[in-house]
């Protein structure tokens, strides 16, 4: 019975998870076309930033951002943080979701679609910026 519920208490995390990856795509495409425009891109990124400065700053600073704890963001922080000041503005953080975006857009139609977002690049790097 035990192992029902732990089976079960996974499964609903796998499914949660799915979830919360649907939602941050569809949240984002606000038209509801199935892709992910510029515009649509840059207002979710924008949000995002807003999200991480929890102290209202207007930078993005390691612990914010969880690079800290996690080694993925910490590389991304590097990637980010161009200056090297150790904090990350809202120019920072759009020209590297930029970079991520085109990277991820790859028949360069300067649109996300579903597919190209969910498509396996070994680490999930967009969901940092939505
Ligand atoms: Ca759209
Ligand atoms: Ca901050
Ligand atoms: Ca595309």
Known sequence: MKIVVIAFTFLF??????????????????????????????????????????????????????????????????????????KLNMDEFKAGATARFQMYDQNRDGLLSNPEYRQDTGFPILKIYF
Do not use: P
């Not at 649907?22 to 510029?38: T, Y």
């Not at 700053?57 to 090297?84: C, M, P, Q, S």
């Open 13 to 86: 995390i796998l499914i949660g998870n799915a979830y919360t990856q649907e939602d941050a795509f569809e949240k984002a495409d606000v038209n509801k076309d199935g892709h992910i425009s510029r515009d649509e891109y840059d207002a979710a990124v924008t949000s995002k930033f807003n999200e991480y400065d929890a102290n209202k700053d207007g930078v993005i600073d390691r612990h914010e951002f969880n690079a800290t704890k996690d080694n993925n963001a910490a590389i991304e922080y590097e990637f980010l943080d161009r200056n090297k000041d150790g």
